[in-house]
Structure formats: structure tokens, C-alpha cells
């Protein structure tokens, strides 16, 4: 990993101690990466675009940067804590798109962002089984449907006895 990034092996144990920190600086800047990119789309995309963009980039860089995956899934890693200042807030970024989507009337109102994270994860586990690219858009849409906001169906007639 020194050499790709074109430091001594020293100069990068001096910065990062332990592979956990390492790690964490790595997934860190990954999910900082990620904040910019909900940023831009809250910016230049109407509210249903941006939210339904960012489910599908999610679970893109997620298949194909595992630690991005591991950190939505919090195995061994608190992306919260690491995560916690304010241009690197993944929460609050996920949480402003989704929002935004529910007020336009795009997505549920009974979702939340612990919810996207786990259908994040959940598309992330089909990875395992080696889906090709066709296979993840179709996780991406079977989800995306699901999150979609229905207009309210009307109670079934009741039927005398």
C-alpha cells in the first residue's frame, strides 16, 4: 500500500499506526468521497433523482469497494464515530436526500436511513454469489421500487355474510 501511494513503509506507519487506523482512514475518505457526491446530486438534481441516484451509486462503489460495504454495514467499523465531522456527516447526508425524496412525495414516509443502509447491505449480499452487472441493476430497481411511495389503496369493500 506504500508503494501505491508513493510513500516508505515508514512514512506510512508513522501516519498509521495500526491497520485499524488505517483502515479507518481509508474508509474515511471513501465515505467523504460519498458526502460529496450527495451533495452535488441535492445540487444539480430534482429530490427523486438525487435520492434514487444515490441508492444506486451506494450500492455500486459498495460492490466494488468492499470497505464501503463493510462501513454501511458496520462490521468492525463505526462510521459514526470516524465519520462525525460535518463535510464527512454520511448520515446526515443520506438522511437530507431521503427527506427531501419523502416531501416530494418519492419515497415512504415509514422509511428511514437505517432502513436504506440495510438495503444497501442487502443488495451489497447478492455480491457474494457473484451476480454480474444486469443482476445488480435489477436488485437496484426490484429495491428502489419498494421505496417508492404508493398512493394509498383504497380498504377493500366489505362483503356481507
Do not use: W, Y
Not at 5 to 19: D, E, I, M, Q, Y
Not at 42 to 65: H, I, N, P
Request: proline fraction near 2%; glycine fraction near 8%.
Amino acid at each position: 500500500m506504500a508503494r501505491r501511494a508513493g510513500v516508505s513503509t515508514g512514512t506510512l506507519s508513522r501516519h498509521f499506526p495500526t491497520k485499524e487506523e488505517l483502515f479507518s482512514a481509508v474508509v474515511l475518505n471513501r465515505i467523504g468521497q460519498l458526502v460529496q457526491r450527495a451533495d452535488e446530486l441535492a445540487a444539480d438534481k430534482d429530490a427523486t433523482t438525487a435520492f434514487f441516484t444515490f441508492f444506486a451509486v451506494l450500492v455500486e462503489e459498495g460492490a466494488a469497494d468492499h470497505s464501503v460495504g463493510d462501513a454501511l454495514s458496520s462490521a468492525g467499523f463505526d462510521i459514526q464515530a470516524t465519520a462525525s465531522t460535518a463535510n464527512r456527516d454520511f448520515g446526515a447526508a443520506l438522511r437530507g436526500l431521503l427527506v427531501r425524496a419523502q416531501q416530494a412525495g418519492a419515497v415512504r414516509q415509514d422509511v428511514d436511513t437505517a432502513d436504506v443502509k440495510a438495503l444497501v447491505v442487502g443488495c451489497l449480499a447478492r455480491e457474494r454469489d457473484g451476480i454480474d452487472d444486469a443482476a445488480r441493476q435489477r436488485m437496484i430497481s426490484i429495491v428502489c421500487n419498494g421505496l417508492r411511495a404508493c398512493p394509498r389503496l383504497e380498504a377493500p369493500a366489505t362483503h356481507p355474510a
